[in-house]
């Protein structure tokens, strides 16, 4: 299914450092070097830790979307804790093996990808949604405050086969600002994703990796019973990739900039959806 080249990413006034937008295939074309046009090139990428058992299925426990509850507050690293402890070591979550290939979220470098993560976010059908168009500068001031931050959002380059073809924030919901705007629970992880070539989208690329990170998430946090994202109401590719994830739809909630979807993976339904 055809994702739209930004999936789910909040207003950067509206989120804590880290929000993205999901979008299931979405734009971001790029055309590498005497490659097909939208692919990328190969990157070596050093393993990581795989998953023993990686699994094509992501799973939510469901809870009610009704809006009125309080949300969570927000949580502070313990002296000494690492960075990125509050998404339990997401480095070393290794690889999951999908349908379309071997799959993992490798933590952004900002001398190392801003380049390329720049020009994905000026493709128009990316910008349309992310609102990161503009010199490289403009995207390394969304990048440095996750990177510089506590560990609660984690900005990643999705490798596909060992090439880089897609961005993702994975990120602590219940300690972000979209905690205001809907009954947030502890532990809920947020993704926002952007697929960077058009090679990779309108083939249910988006949608197949969209499955495989949330489970990845609920794979590795334990204490996580949901997996959620905000894409825009209008970002109706995006939308339907998260359907077609697993995702239910929960409500339609106001955010500062935009009206987006409440879309929610249930651990409780995990092997259902």
């Given at each position: 299914?055809?994702?739209?080249?930004?999936?789910?990413?909040?207003?950067?006034?509206?989120?804590?450092?880290?929000?993205?937008?999901?979008?299931?295939?979405?734009?971001?074309?790029?055309?590498?070097?005497?490659?097909?046009?939208?692919?990328?090139?190969?990157?070596?990428?050093?393993?990581?830790?795989?998953?023993?058992?990686?699994?094509?299925?992501?799973?939510?426990?469901?809870?009610?979307?009704?809006?009125?509850?309080?949300?969570?507050?927000?949580?502070?690293?313990a002296a000494g804790r690492p960075a990125g402890d509050l998404l339990d070591a997401l480095p070393g979550w290794g690889a999951a093996t999908t349908p379309v290939g071997v799959f993992r979220l490798v933590p952004v470098v900002l001398e190392r990808d801003l380049a390329r993560i720049g020009r994905w976010m000026n493709d128009p059908a990316v910008a349309a949604f992310w609102n990161l168009a503009g010199p490289d500068d403009v995207t390394a001031g969304h990048l440095r405050p996750q990177l510089d931050g506590d560990g609660r959002s984690v900005p990643c380059l999705g490798v596909l086969d060992g090439t880089p073809m897609s961005y993702w924030e994975i990120y602590r919901a219940d300690l972000d600002p979209l905690a205001r705007h809907y009954p947030a629970r502890p532990h809920d992880t947020g993704i926002h994703l952007l697929v960077g070539g058009v090679a990779n989208r309108g083939r249910g690329v988006g949608t197949t990796l969209l499955r495989a990170v949330a489970d990845l998430i609920l794979d590795h946090r334990p204490r996580c019973g949901r997996v959620v994202a905000e894409p825009d109401l209008r970002n109706t590719p995006s939308v339907s990739a998260f359907l077609g994830a697993g995702f239910r739809f929960g409500a339609e909630i106001d955010l500062p900039d935009k009206r987006a979807a409440l879309m929610v993976r249930d651990r409780a339904y995990r092997e259902l959806l």
């Amino acid at each position: 299914m055809t994702v739209s080249a930004a999936m789910g990413k909040e207003p950067a006034d509206a989120r804590a450092p880290g929000d993205e937008k999901p979008g299931d295939e979405k734009p971001g074309d790029e055309k590498p070097g005497g490659g097909t046009p939208g692919a990328e090139s190969t990157w070596d990428v050093t393993p990581g830790r795989r998953t023993a058992d990686s699994r094509t299925a992501g799973d939510v426990r469901s809870g009610e979307e009704a809006t009125g509850e309080r949300p969570a507050t927000g949580e502070r690293p313990a002296a000494g804790r690492p960075a990125g402890d509050l998404l339990d070591a997401l480095p070393g979550w290794g690889a999951a093996t999908t349908p379309v290939g071997v799959f993992r979220l490798v933590p952004v470098v900002l001398e190392r990808d801003l380049a390329r993560i720049g020009r994905w976010m000026n493709d128009p059908a990316v910008a349309a949604f992310w609102n990161l168009a503009g010199p490289d500068d403009v995207t390394a001031g969304h990048l440095r405050p996750q990177l510089d931050g506590d560990g609660r959002s984690v900005p990643c380059l999705g490798v596909l086969d060992g090439t880089p073809m897609s961005y993702w924030e994975i990120y602590r919901a219940d300690l972000d600002p979209l905690a205001r705007h809907y009954p947030a629970r502890p532990h809920d992880t947020g993704i926002h994703l952007l697929v960077g070539g058009v090679a990779n989208r309108g083939r249910g690329v988006g949608t197949t990796l969209l499955r495989a990170v949330a489970d990845l998430i609920l794979d590795h946090r334990p204490r996580c019973g949901r997996v959620v994202a905000e894409p825009d109401l209008r970002n109706t590719p995006s939308v339907s990739a998260f359907l077609g994830a697993g995702f239910r739809f929960g409500a339609e909630i106001d955010l500062p900039d935009k009206r987006a979807a409440l879309m929610v993976r249930d651990r409780a339904y995990r092997e259902l959806l």
